[in-house]
């Protein structure tokens, strides 16, 4: 489990492809390295990772993750190289604060920058999304995007957009900074509105199907 609180914007260190996997490699700092254990779960731009290996070395702590052909498919995990910036939370321990809202990691697809509005202290950056997951959206609704936890801020169904506003310490935190038009990002869906607009959709399915 995730909060949607980005602890670091790290860049990756190696990247190695073999047919229908790729191996990429974090060094995490001081601070993020206490009690990784192989096998645990770092999400990397809100996806959920193993750690499959770990190795300390002068700069930290250099951890390496496997992303299999399904999960290269469906993220933006597939367009990583040696020195991409990430985003980086360690998993959440028991009775600490939420700030953001509860993540799993499973990520639904990826959107593509449209348009990014900038102005003195604020950011609004609107994005392209799949039809088939923008149901789950709602104005002023929970997202996360490359794993940070946002508030929807305007969607327009026709158009299968939405936009979210940016704080200047967000853009300090996060890889949203560097983002630009169309640069793809990684879309987790609130599972509780996912739970209820599937589950409506199929009780009225099931009602009100011609008999």
């Keep these: 489990m995730y909060t949607g609180i980005v602890q670091a914007n790290l860049p990756i260190d190696s990247v190695t492809r073999k047919p229908g996997l790729l191996t990429f490699a974090v060094i995490l700092p001081e601070q993020l390295s206490e009690a990784v254990t192989l096998g645990?779960?770092?999400?990397?731009?809100?996806c959920?990772?193993?750690?499959?290996?770990r190795q300390a070395n002068a700069s930290g702590l250099k951890v390496t993750f496997d992303a299999i052909q399904e999960t290269?498919?469906?993220?933006?995990?597939?367009?990583?190289?040696?020195?991409t910036l990430v985003n980086i939370e360690r998993s959440a321990?028991?009775?600490v604060e939420i700030g953001g809202h509860i993540l799993s990691g499973h990520i639904i697809g990826t959107a593509e920058v449209v348009h990014i509005a900038r102005s003195e202290?604020?950011?609004r950056m609107t994005f392209k999304a799949d039809p088939a997951w923008l149901k789950f959206v709602f104005d002023k609704g929970f997202l996360?995007?490359?794993?940070?936890?946002?508030?929807?801020?305007?969607?327009?169904?026709?158009k299968s957009t939405f936009s979210i506003n940016l704080i200047p310490e967000t853009l300090h935190r996060t890889n949203l900074a560097v983002l630009t038009h169309a640069s793809l990002v990684n879309i987790e869906v609130e599972s509780q509105t996912q739970?209820?607009?599937?589950?409506?959709?199929?009780?009225?399915?099931e009602r009100y199907t011609p008999v």
């Design 40 to 46: 645990g779960s770092i999400a990397v731009n809100g």
């Design 48 to 53: 959920c990772f193993t750690v499959v290996t």
């Design 72 to 83: 290269q498919d469906l993220t933006n995990i597939r367009l990583l190289e040696a020195g």
């Design 93 to 95: 321990k028991q009775d």
């Design 121 to 123: 202290n604020n950011c």
């Design 144 to 158: 996360a995007v490359n794993g940070a936890s946002l508030t929807v801020a305007a969607i327009d169904r026709e």
């Design 195 to 205: 739970v209820i607009v599937n589950t409506v959709e199929r009780i009225m399915a």
